[in-house]
């Protein structure tokens, strides 16, 4: 077993759920599975990961989840490809493959891993719109999959513009909303010896100071989702 996901507890705050007995059982049978609670509450001892439904970390725009983000746990951003956890035949209002591509990104860049959820039918079968949306995400992998695999958020906090990722030597900045020639960034304690577009190649022209970092962009791509920029930093 890989990991045992915990869904409720909400409407029942106050019951004793044994999570103890019952965690300590979970690791005992199965040493490598994952305890996820999805509770709405910080962290409790035994468990593995924190994740937040229908949320960024810590962010509580949906109203119903804690504000608390362990700094000791992985972290998970958990949603769904239409309104419905389970399958709904009255739920038609699917997310777009650009929605769900932007709730990947935005989750990367807060060091979250995404859960999506999808209902199948009642015979079992995945239904068209859920598989055209994830193909779609997936032949955008195929391009943008390097800034988002073996990743983690950072180094600059999430903004309203985009977020950023990074592994070894590479800050991806990934630009979701901003439409204007030069974008102004916070410090980067490294020094940035190259940028460059992720898909084009392009080179990317770069201004650096102790005051931040300025990137002049090119107009973005018509329907193009998320503009990364690769920053090389020694």
């Known amino acids: 077993i890989g990991g045992i996901w915990f869904d409720g507890m909400w409407d029942k705050p106050d ?9 300590a059982l979970i690791h005992l049978l199965q040493p490598a ?10 962290p409790k001892a035994g468990e593995d990961v924190q994740t937040f439904e229908r949320d960024l970390p810590g962010r509580n725009t949906a109203g119903f989840n804690t504000t608390y983000v ?6 998970e951003s958990c949603n769904t490809l239409n309104g419905s956890w389970g399958f709904d035949i009255g739920d038609t209002k699917y997310k777009s493959a650009e929605e769900v591509e932007e709730m990947l990104v935005r989750a990367a860049g807060n060091n979250s891993n995404l859960l999506l959820n999808i209902g199948p039918l009642p015979s079992g079968e995945i239904q068209e719109e859920f598989q055209t949306r994830l193909r779609a995400v997936g032949e955008w992998l195929g391009k943008y999959g390097d800034s988002i695999y073996g990743t983690r958020g950072g180094p600059l906090v999430p903004a309203d513009w985009g977020v950023t990722t990074w592994k070894g030597d590479k800050i991806y900045v990934h630009i979701l909303k901003w439409n204007a020639p030069l974008l102004a960034l916070p410090p980067i304690p490294k020094s940035i010896g190259a940028a460059q577009e992720l898909v084009s190649g392009a080179k990317v022209e770069v201004t650096q100071s102790a005051n931040g970092v300025v990137l002049k962009l090119r107009e973005s791509a018509k329907g193009q989702v998320d503009r990364v920029i690769v920053l090389t930093v020694n």
């Open 15 to 23: 019951a004793d759920w044994h999570l103890e007995k019952t965690y």
């Open 33 to 42: 599975a994952l305890i996820i609670p999805n509770h709405h509450q910080a």
């Open 70 to 75: 362990s700094d000791a746990l992985p972290l």
